[in-house]
Protein backbone atom coordinates (compact mmCIF):
# COMPACT_ATOMS: atom_id res chain seq x y z
CA UNK A 1 0.00 0.00 0.00
CA UNK A 2 1.11 3.23 -0.46
CA UNK A 3 1.51 5.81 1.97
CA UNK A 4 3.78 8.15 3.89
CA UNK A 5 6.00 6.51 7.05
CA UNK A 6 7.16 8.84 9.69
CA UNK A 7 9.65 6.81 12.24
CA UNK A 8 9.76 6.73 15.34
CA UNK A 9 6.77 7.55 16.45
CA UNK A 10 8.05 8.65 19.89
CA UNK A 11 11.31 10.44 20.28
CA UNK A 12 13.12 11.83 23.45
CA UNK A 13 15.81 14.40 23.12
CA UNK A 14 17.80 15.32 25.60
CA UNK A 15 19.60 19.20 26.32
CA UNK A 16 21.59 20.25 23.54
CA UNK A 17 20.57 17.36 21.27
CA UNK A 18 20.14 17.40 17.81
CA UNK A 19 17.55 14.37 16.76
CA UNK A 20 16.03 14.12 13.56
CA UNK A 21 12.74 12.46 12.42
CA UNK A 22 11.74 10.43 9.61
CA UNK A 23 9.43 10.72 6.70
CA UNK A 24 9.47 8.33 3.73
CA UNK A 25 6.85 8.34 1.16
CA UNK A 26 5.84 6.04 -2.18
CA UNK A 27 3.46 7.47 -3.32
CA UNK A 28 5.90 9.07 -6.42
CA UNK A 29 5.02 12.82 -5.09
CA UNK A 30 7.37 15.60 -5.50
CA UNK A 31 6.11 17.90 -2.87
CA UNK A 32 7.11 16.93 0.92
CA UNK A 33 6.21 19.36 3.70
CA UNK A 34 6.86 19.52 7.81
CA UNK A 35 4.15 20.79 10.12
CA UNK A 36 4.59 21.46 13.39
CA UNK A 37 1.44 21.01 15.49
CA UNK A 38 1.05 22.34 19.12
CA UNK A 39 -1.94 21.85 20.82
CA UNK A 40 -4.36 25.07 20.24
CA UNK A 41 -2.14 26.02 17.64
CA UNK A 42 -3.18 24.24 15.06
CA UNK A 43 -0.69 23.29 12.41
CA UNK A 44 2.00 25.33 11.08
CA UNK A 45 4.60 24.75 8.41
CA UNK A 46 8.51 24.60 9.24
CA UNK A 47 10.12 23.79 5.87
CA UNK A 48 8.72 22.58 2.77
CA UNK A 49 10.28 20.72 -0.64
CA UNK A 50 8.60 21.07 -3.87
CA UNK A 51 11.55 19.19 -5.95
CA UNK A 52 14.51 16.85 -5.00
CA UNK A 53 17.49 18.68 -3.95
CA UNK A 54 15.42 22.04 -3.22
CA UNK A 55 13.99 23.10 0.00
CA UNK A 56 12.10 26.23 1.65
CA UNK A 57 11.90 27.69 4.64
CA UNK A 58 8.03 27.64 6.23
CA UNK A 59 6.89 29.90 9.03
CA UNK A 60 8.86 28.35 11.58
CA UNK A 61 12.23 27.32 10.36
CA UNK A 62 14.30 28.77 13.21
CA UNK A 63 16.45 25.45 14.65
CA UNK A 64 15.06 23.21 11.92
CA UNK A 65 17.12 21.59 9.16
CA UNK A 66 16.32 19.33 6.41
CA UNK A 67 17.36 17.92 3.39
CA UNK A 68 15.76 16.24 0.45
CA UNK A 69 18.46 14.37 -1.55
CA UNK A 70 15.92 11.51 -2.50
CA UNK A 71 12.13 11.78 -3.87
CA UNK A 72 10.83 9.72 -1.45
CA UNK A 73 12.69 10.64 1.73
CA UNK A 74 12.37 14.21 3.60
CA UNK A 75 13.93 14.15 6.82
CA UNK A 76 13.78 17.01 8.89
CA UNK A 77 16.66 17.64 11.98
CA UNK A 78 16.08 18.96 15.38
CA UNK A 79 18.31 21.37 16.38
CA UNK A 80 20.29 22.05 20.14
CA UNK A 81 19.02 25.90 18.53
CA UNK A 82 15.16 24.86 19.06
CA UNK A 83 14.67 25.82 22.30
CA UNK A 84 10.69 24.29 22.74
CA UNK A 85 10.91 20.99 20.67
CA UNK A 86 8.14 19.45 22.51
CA UNK A 87 5.11 18.50 19.76
CA UNK A 88 3.68 16.58 17.56
CA UNK A 89 5.55 16.54 13.76
CA UNK A 90 3.81 15.42 10.67
CA UNK A 91 4.77 14.94 7.44
CA UNK A 92 2.76 15.42 4.44
CA UNK A 93 2.97 15.11 0.75
CA UNK A 94 1.39 15.73 -2.39
CA UNK A 95 1.25 15.55 -6.21
CA UNK A 96 -0.23 18.40 -8.65
CA UNK A 97 -3.86 17.17 -9.96
CA UNK A 98 -4.13 15.19 -6.93
CA UNK A 99 -6.85 16.17 -6.62
CA UNK A 100 -5.08 19.63 -6.49
CA UNK A 101 -3.55 21.04 -3.65
CA UNK A 102 -4.68 17.80 -1.28
CA UNK A 103 -2.46 16.59 1.23
CA UNK A 104 -1.43 13.11 2.26
CA UNK A 105 -0.22 13.13 6.16
CA UNK A 106 1.91 10.77 7.91
CA UNK A 107 1.20 9.37 10.97
CA UNK A 108 3.34 11.95 12.87
CA UNK A 109 6.18 12.19 15.57
CA UNK A 110 5.52 13.41 19.18
CA UNK A 111 8.84 14.93 20.11
CA UNK A 112 9.21 15.21 24.02
CA UNK A 113 12.41 16.93 26.03
CA UNK A 114 14.10 15.03 28.50
CA UNK B 1 -2.02 37.11 3.71
CA UNK B 2 -3.94 34.42 3.99
CA UNK B 3 -5.86 33.33 7.48
CA UNK B 4 -7.86 31.03 8.25
CA UNK B 5 -9.98 31.08 11.72
CA UNK B 6 -11.96 28.36 13.39
CA UNK B 7 -13.27 29.87 16.54
CA UNK B 8 -14.55 26.80 18.39
CA UNK B 9 -11.54 25.40 19.66
CA UNK B 10 -13.96 22.32 21.25
CA UNK B 11 -17.70 21.35 20.58
CA UNK B 12 -19.09 18.07 23.18
CA UNK B 13 -22.07 16.75 21.79
CA UNK B 14 -24.01 13.88 22.23
CA UNK B 15 -24.70 11.13 19.82
CA UNK B 16 -27.12 11.76 17.35
CA UNK B 17 -27.04 15.45 18.05
CA UNK B 18 -25.96 17.41 14.62
CA UNK B 19 -22.92 19.77 14.54
CA UNK B 20 -21.51 22.54 12.91
CA UNK B 21 -18.03 23.35 13.03
CA UNK B 22 -17.24 27.11 12.00
CA UNK B 23 -14.75 28.16 9.14
CA UNK B 24 -13.84 32.06 8.43
CA UNK B 25 -10.98 32.53 5.97
CA UNK B 26 -9.17 35.52 4.79
CA UNK B 27 -7.66 36.18 1.49
CA UNK B 28 -6.42 38.38 -1.19
CA UNK B 29 -6.74 35.64 -3.89
CA UNK B 30 -9.93 35.77 -6.24
CA UNK B 31 -9.13 32.20 -6.67
CA UNK B 32 -8.49 29.87 -4.14
CA UNK B 33 -9.14 26.47 -2.84
CA UNK B 34 -10.66 25.50 0.54
CA UNK B 35 -10.27 22.11 2.78
CA UNK B 36 -11.38 20.10 5.03
CA UNK B 37 -9.00 17.08 6.94
CA UNK B 38 -9.80 14.94 10.13
CA UNK B 39 -7.25 14.20 12.75
CA UNK B 40 -8.58 10.92 14.78
CA UNK B 41 -6.83 10.07 17.63
CA UNK B 42 -4.15 7.91 15.48
CA UNK B 43 -2.91 11.21 14.31
CA UNK B 44 -2.72 11.00 10.78
CA UNK B 45 -4.90 13.92 8.82
CA UNK B 46 -7.22 12.49 6.35
CA UNK B 47 -9.00 14.85 3.78
CA UNK B 48 -12.16 15.26 3.63
CA UNK B 49 -13.14 17.80 0.88
CA UNK B 50 -11.60 20.28 -1.61
CA UNK B 51 -13.72 23.24 -2.33
CA UNK B 52 -13.09 25.61 -5.40
CA UNK B 53 -13.50 29.21 -5.18
CA UNK B 54 -15.76 29.61 -7.97
CA UNK B 55 -18.01 26.85 -7.18
CA UNK B 56 -20.31 27.81 -4.40
CA UNK B 57 -22.49 24.96 -4.90
CA UNK B 58 -23.12 23.02 -1.19
CA UNK B 59 -21.88 19.21 -0.90
CA UNK B 60 -23.18 16.74 0.56
CA UNK B 61 -21.43 13.12 1.50
CA UNK B 62 -23.36 11.05 3.60
CA UNK B 63 -23.91 12.39 6.64
CA UNK B 64 -21.33 15.13 5.60
CA UNK B 65 -22.40 18.39 4.24
CA UNK B 66 -20.27 22.05 3.43
CA UNK B 67 -21.70 24.84 3.11
CA UNK B 68 -19.56 27.59 0.78
CA UNK B 69 -20.61 31.37 1.17
CA UNK B 70 -18.01 33.24 -0.63
CA UNK B 71 -20.27 36.46 0.67
CA UNK B 72 -19.32 35.96 3.95
CA UNK B 73 -16.14 34.22 3.45
CA UNK B 74 -17.02 31.20 5.39
CA UNK B 75 -16.62 26.84 4.59
CA UNK B 76 -18.80 25.55 7.44
CA UNK B 77 -19.19 21.58 8.11
CA UNK B 78 -21.95 20.05 8.96
CA UNK B 79 -22.25 16.29 10.75
CA UNK B 80 -25.63 15.42 10.90
CA UNK B 81 -26.84 12.40 13.83
CA UNK B 82 -23.22 12.63 14.87
CA UNK B 83 -21.71 9.46 15.94
CA UNK B 84 -18.63 8.37 18.53
CA UNK B 85 -16.49 7.57 15.78
CA UNK B 86 -16.84 11.28 14.31
CA UNK B 87 -14.43 12.32 17.59
CA UNK B 88 -11.73 13.70 16.24
CA UNK B 89 -10.08 17.53 15.16
CA UNK B 90 -11.17 19.11 12.55
CA UNK B 91 -8.88 21.51 10.11
CA UNK B 92 -10.56 24.01 7.45
CA UNK B 93 -7.33 24.94 5.12
CA UNK B 94 -7.01 27.19 2.40
CA UNK B 95 -5.00 27.23 -0.40
CA UNK B 96 -3.87 30.03 -3.44
CA UNK B 97 -4.83 28.51 -6.70
CA UNK B 98 -2.76 30.47 -8.76
CA UNK B 99 0.89 31.88 -7.53
CA UNK B 100 3.02 31.39 -5.03
CA UNK B 101 3.92 28.14 -3.54
CA UNK B 102 0.73 26.58 -2.98
CA UNK B 103 1.33 26.19 0.33
CA UNK B 104 -1.92 25.11 2.70
CA UNK B 105 -2.75 27.96 5.14
CA UNK B 106 -4.54 25.94 8.31
CA UNK B 107 -6.72 27.12 11.11
CA UNK B 108 -6.04 26.39 14.92
CA UNK B 109 -8.39 23.24 14.47
CA UNK B 110 -11.47 22.36 16.22
CA UNK B 111 -11.49 19.08 18.45
CA UNK B 112 -15.15 17.46 18.65
CA UNK B 113 -16.21 14.76 21.31
CA UNK B 114 -19.30 12.91 20.37
CA UNK B 115 -20.11 11.24 23.84
CA UNK B 116 -22.52 8.40 23.12
Known amino acids: DGGITQSPKYLFRKEGQNVTLSCEQNLNHDAMYWYRQDPGQGLRLIYYSQIVNDFQKGDIAEGYSVSREKKESFPLTVTSAQKNPTAFYLC?????????????FGSGTQLSVL | AQKVTQAQTEISVVEKEDVTLDCVYE???????LFWYKQPPSGELVFLIR??????QNEISGRYSWNFQKSTSSFNFTITASQVVDSAVYFC?????????????FGRGTSLIVHP
Open chain 1, 92 to 104: ASSRPGQPVGKLF
Open chain 2, 93 to 105: ALRPASGGSYIPT
Open chain 2, 51 to 56: RNSFDE
Open chain 2, 27 to 33: TRDTTYY
